[in-house]
């Protein structure tokens, strides 16, 4: 029953947490047409690289943030992770793919 009841709190934190980064970007209306777990890919990427708050934003914070800012349910966030770092082939494949874009891009306007 505890483990439960702390979910739940847990839950409600989050659910607070992203209503309240909502309000403070109400004025911006971008989507996340991506899949849950390249969202939560990035997110982990931002956390890895310290590039919030100095280094100092927490995992929790930025996956609220991500929810909030694009309008995506990330559920257990957690979960995913563990799965992106079993991947046999390429555990960071959406950085991989957003990589390749931006060079593709770059390449591009060269022309």
Do not use: H, P
Request: glycine share 6%; net charge positive; hydrophobic share 40%.
């Amino acid at each position: 029953m505890r483990i439960y009841l702390n979910r739940q709190l847990q839950l409600l934190d989050r659910k607070t947490q992203i209503a309240e980064i909502r309000t403070s970007l109400s004025d911006f209306s971008l989507k996340w047409t991506g899949s849950k777990s390249e969202a939560i890919e990035w997110g982990y990427g931002l956390f890895a690289a310290k590039s919030l708050n100095y280094g100092n934003a927490t995992i929790k914070e930025i996956m609220a943030f991500i929810e909030a800012a694009f309008g995506i349910e990330l559920g257990d966030y957690y979960r995913t992770y563990l799965s992106l770092k079993n991947r046999k082939k390429d555990r960071t494949a959406f950085f991989t793919f957003i990589v390749e874009q931006l060079q593709k891009r770059m390449d591009d306007d060269n022309l």
